[in-house]
């Protein structure tokens, strides 16, 4: 009995394929609507909230360093958690490097962040994310990374 390897080459090739898109999908590569949405999102508290003057006048010594946490974490978790492990931000993906053993400065993150590398699309020469949300999102990856 003999097989041909034309079907094996075949079936190889399709799943090489599909596994490099579903990579590729995974890291924020189908576009940038998410984290504008949620940039746009976060910025404008909810109409409930804006009559609570009183909240924010206490809390601005700490409250700025959580908001700031709060936009880097949704920022996070729209763009990255799906490629990388934060336990802080509840994420475990497994196509990028584990973020919680690789601890990286805010410097590194951003640098990355930018331009990309490997399956990670370059968020900053792509346009994907704002200089705004690349600041966020790299101060909040080198603050909670490995906590």
């Known amino acids: 009995m003999t097989v041909s390897k034309a079907p094996k080459a075949l079936l190889l090739l399709v799943i090489l394929a599909l596994a490099g898109a579903v990579a590729i999908a995974g890291c924020g590569g189908g576009g940038s609507t998410t984290s504008e949405t949620t940039a746009e999102e976060s910025a404008a508290p909810p109409a409930e909230e804006e009559g609570a003057e009183e909240e924010p006048a206490e809390e601005e010594g700490a409250g700025g360093e959580a908001a700031a946490g709060g936009e880097g974490k ?4 729209a763009n990255c958690a799906s490629c990388h492990t934060l336990k802080a931000a509840g994420a475990s993906g497994e196509v990028g490097p584990n973020l919680d053993e690789l601890k990286p400065d805010e410097e590194t993150v951003e640098k990355q962040v930018i331009t990309g590398g490997g399956p990670m699309p370059a968020f900053g ?7 705004e949300e690349i600041t966020t999102v790299s101060e909040y990856v080198a603050a909670e990374a490995g906590k």
Request: charged share 20%; glycine share 0%.
């Open 74 to 77: 949704t920022i996070f978790s």
């Open 125 to 131: 020469t792509k346009e994907i994310l704002t200089p």
